[in-house]
């Protein structure tokens, strides 16, 4: 098994737990900002940590950041902090697996600003998967309370928050991806590590700066909450890294459509943990988004 495969596949399972976690803090502690900001605190000690423990064992050097990568780095760390607000929000509007889903939409972005930005290419069988996958957000963006027409449907919070987050996460994915390549190592690890810590530490003060001018009582809060939130900072970690590690070695619109088997994950999570009940409907929309994830595979 090729090691992007497996690697994608560890970061979907860290990510599920990860949103598990945030959604607990958001509906219990904190605010979607503060839940947010509790992946970032807690996970850029961890990061650095690593970093340095890696270059000490292995005996490499930090290599040269071009201002390209710079530029990568914090365009995809300002859209990635946006993105996760928008999901945590979204918890407070449909269930743990829906709320996924419409995440997921990022798929489809992905591919299209890939090729846009980096000239990443995707085949035609690729581009039907897509198709598909727009289909299953369609079924899924109607819910009981929703108007008839198509268009205040797609317009109701929830499916804003989740297409929304879906944007903001193809942008992060991409740019990281840019971010990866310019970093000039032939080490995989050592690039993915590198453009980690610096997202991580940026998105920290990004955060920290606008928290202290805006909210400074919700800093005290992600510290008082720091027995769950701490697990978030670590599983984000381990989710994040593998994340970066796959976007070096394959297109991230790949990387993205295996990792939709994180919604299986939440599927499960919303049955067995939050003990919530999924309809038919969401069913047949979260299979359609299955569906265009096989169809993916079988284009690369």
Same mark, same amino acid.
């Given at each position: 098994?090729?090691?992007?495969?497996?690697?994608?596949?560890?970061?979907?399972?860290?990510?599920?737990?990860?949103?598990?976690?945030?959604?607990?803090?958001?509906?219990?502690?904190?605010?979607?900002?503060?839940?947010?900001?509790?992946?970032?605190?807690?996970?850029?000690?961890?990061?650095?940590?690593?970093?340095?423990?890696? *270059?000490?064992?292995?005996?490499?050097?930090?290599?040269? +950041?071009?201002? #390209?990568?710079? @530029?990568? &780095? %914090?365009?995809? !760390? =300002?859209?990635?902090?946006?993105?996760?607000?928008?999901?945590?929000?979204?918890?407070?509007?449909?269930?743990?697996?829906?709320?996924?889903?419409?995440?997921?939409?990022?798929?489809?972005?992905?591919?299209?600003?890939?090729?846009?930005?980096?000239?990443?290419?995707?085949?035609?069988?690729?581009?039907?998967?897509?198709?598909?996958?727009?289909?299953?957000?369609?079924? *899924?963006?109607?819910?009981?309370?929703?108007?008839?027409? +198509?268009?205040? #449907?797609?317009? @109701?919070? &929830? %499916?804003?928050? !989740? =297409?929304?987050?879906?944007?903001?996460?193809?942008?992060?994915?991409?740019?990281?991806?840019?971010?990866?390549?310019?970093?000039?190592?032939?080490?995989?690890?050592?690039?993915?590590?590198?453009?980690?810590?610096?997202?991580?530490?940026?998105?920290?003060?990004?955060?920290?700066?606008?928290?202290?001018?805006?909210?400074?009582?919700?800093?005290?809060?992600?510290?008082?909450?720091?027995?769950?939130?701490?697990?978030?900072?670590?599983?984000?970690?381990g989710g994040s890294f593998c994340w970066f590690l796959a976007f070096t070695l394959q297109n991230a619109a790949y990387v993205?459509?295996?990792?939709?088997?994180?919604?299986?994950?939440?599927?499960?999570?919303t049955v067995v943990f939050f003990k919530e009940t999924v309809t038919r409907r969401e069913i047949v929309g979260m299979g359609?988004?299955?569906?265009?994830?096989?169809?993916?595979?079988?284009?690369?």
């Amino acid at each position: 098994m090729p090691l992007w495969i497996a690697v994608t596949l560890a970061a979907a399972t860290f990510q599920t737990l990860r949103f598990m976690l945030q959604k607990i803090l958001s509906t219990v502690t904190l605010s979607p900002v503060g839940a947010t900001f509790s992946r970032f605190i807690y996970s850029a000690p961890v990061i650095l940590l690593l970093l340095w423990a890696y *270059l000490r064992s292995s005996g490499a050097v930090l290599p040269l +950041l071009t201002p #390209q990568f710079w @530029g990568f &780095a %914090s365009i995809g !760390g =300002l859209a990635q902090i946006l993105a996760t607000i928008c999901v945590v929000a979204l918890f407070k509007q449909r269930n743990f697996a829906v709320g996924i889903t419409f995440k997921k939409t990022e798929v489809i972005q992905t591919a299209i600003i890939g090729l846009a930005v980096l000239g990443d290419t995707v085949s035609v069988l690729g581009w039907l998967a897509i198709l598909i996958g727009l289909a299953a957000v369609l079924v *899924l963006s109607k819910t009981k309370d929703s108007p008839a027409g +198509l268009w205040r #449907q797609l317009t @109701g919070r &929830a %499916s804003l928050l !989740g =297409l929304g987050s879906g944007v903001l996460f193809a942008v992060s994915a991409v740019s990281y991806r840019g971010a990866t390549l310019q970093v000039e190592a032939p080490d995989a690890v050592l690039r993915a590590a590198v453009t980690l810590a610096v997202v991580v530490c940026l998105q920290t003060a990004m955060m920290l700066v606008w928290l202290a001018l805006r909210d400074p009582a919700e800093i005290l809060r992600v510290w008082a909450a720091r027995r769950v939130a701490i697990w978030v900072g670590v599983t984000s970690m381990g989710g994040s890294f593998c994340w970066f590690l796959a976007f070096t070695l394959q297109n991230a619109a790949y990387v993205k459509a295996l990792g939709q088997v994180e919604l299986l994950l939440s599927l499960l999570a919303t049955v067995v943990f939050f003990k919530e009940t999924v309809t038919r409907r969401e069913i047949v929309g979260m299979g359609l988004l299955v569906l265009s994830i096989l169809a993916l595979i079988l284009a690369l």
